[in-house]
């Protein structure tokens, strides 16, 4: 059964701490994601990995940052957490048998919850 | 660029009766459709997609969604709720060119006894 798992379900930070959540998927996904959902506004991709070490900006990667040095981990980074980050963040992955264009559906972890203090 | 419209927050309907969630798409080229479904404190499952072919496609849990390409939808349908059946939908729409999935606001089901 295909499964993405993420670190935390829910997460506690206080304003400028450093902060990674961290996603693994066990499906040997080539691509990666990570979202965040926002009530009304759904949800927005902030970073994707289509490749190990490799990485692109979604649309909304302002003070995030990504890290995918296996296959099967994506992690992302909040250098300085913001009140503004408060969030539902949601890791999906998706098998690429086409290069970088696919029409493969994405599979999503669970998602976590983080509040910052 | 590419949008995905989904008009209603909220749809309410009585079990038993048929559903419809509307979704509406803007991309340059020809679409990727696809509907996902979010029940309390879980991620998002996907449900269905069209790609090419046949208008309507079937997806899980008897879920169907109509592909118009005159009106740009792809409207979500199932014919008959259940209470089980209430949760958030999303709609989302990919470029066949493209690389990234764009998803509408979501639309609340409530389906009542």
């Known amino acids: 059964d295909v499964k993405v798992t993420q670190s935390s379900r829910y997460l506690v930070k206080r304003t400028g701490e450093k902060v990674f959540l961290e996603c693994v998927q066990d499906?040997?996904?080539?691509?990666m994601f990570w979202y965040r959902q926002d009530p009304g506004l759904g949800l927005r991709l902030i970073y994707f990995?289509?490749?190990?070490?490799?990485?692109e900006k979604g649309d909304i990667p302002e003070g995030y940052s990504v890290s995918r040095e296996k296959k099967e981990r994506f992690s992302l980074i909040l250098e300085s957490a913001s009140t503004n980050q408060t969030s539902m963040y949601l890791c999906?992955?998706?098998?690429?048998?086409?290069?970088?264009?696919?029409?493969?559906?994405?599979?999503f972890g669970p998602g976590t919850r983080l509040t910052v203090l | 660029a590419q949008s995905v419209a989904q008009p209603e927050d909220q749809v309410n309907v009585a079990e038993g009766n048929p559903l419809t969630v509307k979704c509406t798409y803007s991309?340059?080229?020809?679409?990727?459709l696809f509907w996902y479904v979010q029940y309390p404190n879980r991620g998002l499952q996907f449900l269905l997609k069209?790609?090419?072919?046949?208008?309507l496609v079937k997806g899980s849990y008897g879920f169907e969604a109509e592909f118009n390409k005159s009106q740009t939808s792809f409207h979500l349908k199932k014919p008959s709720a259940l209470v089980s059946d209430s949760a958030l939908y999303f709609c989302?729409?990919?470029?066949?060119?493209?690389?990234?999935?764009?998803f509408g606001t979501g639309t609340q089901l409530k389906v009542e006894l």
């Open positions: 999906a992955s998706r098998h690429d048998t086409s290069g970088r264009s696919s029409y493969n559906e994405q599979f």
């Open positions: 499906m040997d996904h080539e691509n």
């Open positions: 990995s289509y490749d190990v070490k490799m990485k």
């Open positions: 991309v340059s080229g020809n679409p990727y």
């Open positions: 069209y790609i090419t072919g046949d208008n």
């Open positions: 989302a729409v990919r470029d066949e060119r493209g690389n990234k999935l764009t």
